[in-house]
């Protein structure tokens, strides 16, 4: 059988970006010496992320008639031609995969791409289903993003081989709101981002040099999205320099790409009288994240969304103690000190209290065996993706 897995995610999208990445990597690990397994990517930049982690991967181009560029989101909207711009994009990509002989395409992000496939089969994978649990915000809610979502799931999961989805709570909340089968989804655990491995890391004195920064800060590396609650550590730093002495050295790094809140967040930041404590990285190089994590007196995570999210793991195997938001606890066991994402008085208590070393060795122990535990799951899921995927060769065989 010949696998077409897809990567159509540039590297801005961070966590999901990795993950896919981490999909691709783990396809051709489990089934890779019995299947041919060929990766795509949409964004061509990608290419050379890929080739650095050994993944040799097709440009797989998108242009329209004539040469012409992808018509963007944003034109599309306005002239209503949104939906018939990702099914002409759609039927090219399918038709491309068709003439290369792939038998099943994998989609390793959020994709509308297999909503408008005609004949080829194909996994697809949710990450996250935030537009029903959190639905005031926002990026999934204004400007038709909640109804595009909706008709996504409707129209991409009923038709899918497999699903995969990154926690059996997802799972279950998918059966719940979609009426999918159960049986047709595995629930796979996210992994730390393969670039933090020493390999692809510059030193730690170099990276904290480069942008002015010493160990000993609050680590928070997250999109400027709203739902990451930037705005919560703020004011949990506001709070915090009233707890500690004047002179206390109190920082806190922010790390990810401006999807439009980051204005926002210095203007709160300045009128809470915190931009002193605060460094904005922006969007930084992958090869400078084992570092920035390394440099860490602990990694924070005040989101909303979940249920799952990767700088928990990532945090565990550098070896960090995190605090998390409290009411996404099923993925952290007790590897973490939990805040109410709403509570910035909670946030503050533990930040001060993790800056008791005896906690922080507690948390970083609980973190590695926590780690144990994500990694086990992995395994077994991967065993039964595996066997799925032996279940459609059998299939495959019944037609030309």
Not at 91 to 100: G, Q
Not at 157 to 167: D, E, T
Not at 361 to 371: H, S
Request: proline share 4%.
């Amino acid at each position: 059988m010949k696998i077409g897995i897809l990567l159509e995610n540039p590297i801005h999208v961070g966590g999901g970006f990795n993950q896919g990445l981490n999909a691709i990597l783990q396809l051709q690990r489990i089934i890779g010496k019995k299947h041919e397994v060929v990766a795509f990517t949409t964004i061509e930049a990608s290419l050379q992320h890929l080739e650095r982690l050994g993944i040799h991967a097709q440009h797989l181009s998108i242009a329209g008639p004539a040469g012409l560029p992808r018509i963007g989101r944003a034109v599309l909207r306005r002239l209503g031609l949104k939906e018939s711009g990702t099914a002409r994009v759609a039927a090219k990509i399918e038709n491309t995969l068709l003439e290369a002989g792939i038998d099943l395409a994998y989609f390793v992000t959020h994709s509308s791409t297999p909503n408008h496939f005609r004949k080829l089969n194909y996994i697809t994978t949710v990450l996250d289903l935030c537009h029903r649990d959190d639905l005031e915000f926002p990026e999934v809610s204004s400007d038709g993003k909640f109804e595009e979502r909706e008709r996504h799931f409707w129209t991409c999961l009923p038709r899918a081989v497999a699903i995969m989805v990154a926690s059996r709570q997802l799972l279950k909340r998918i059966v719940t709101r979609y009426g999918i089968d159960e049986e047709r989804m595995i629930a796979m655990p996210f992994e730390p981002s393969p670039f933090l491995s020493e390999a692809h890391s510059i030193d730690r004195t170099a990276v904290l040099g480069n942008y002015g920064l010493r160990d000993g800060f609050y680590f928070y590396p997250a999109q400027f999205w709203p739902h990451k609650n930037h705005i919560r550590i703020l004011e949990a730093i506001s709070l915090l320099k009233q707890k500690l002495a004047v002179d206390a050295d109190i920082r806190v790094v922010f790390s990810g790409a401006d999807h439009g809140n980051v204005a926002w967040i210095k203007q709160q930041a300045r009128q809470l009288g915190v931009s002193d404590n605060v460094t904005f990285l922006g969007f930084v190089p992958v090869d400078h994240m084992r570092a920035l994590y390394e440099g860490a007196l602990a990694v924070v995570m005040s989101t909303y969304f979940g249920p799952t999210n990767l700088p928990p793991l990532e945090a565990w195997a550098l070896g960090r103690p995190l605090i998390y938001s409290a009411h996404l606890n099923e993925q952290i066991g007790d590897a973490a000190l939990l805040a109410d994402a709403d509570d910035a008085a909670q946030w503050a208590d533990a930040m001060l209290r993790i800056r008791d070393p005896a906690v922080a060795v507690d948390l970083i122990e609980k973190g590695r065996k926590q780690l144990k535990v994500v990694n086990a799951e992995r395994l077994e899921a991967e065993a039964l993706f595996a066997s799925r995927l032996e279940q459609f060769v059998q299939r495959r065989k019944c037609w030309e």
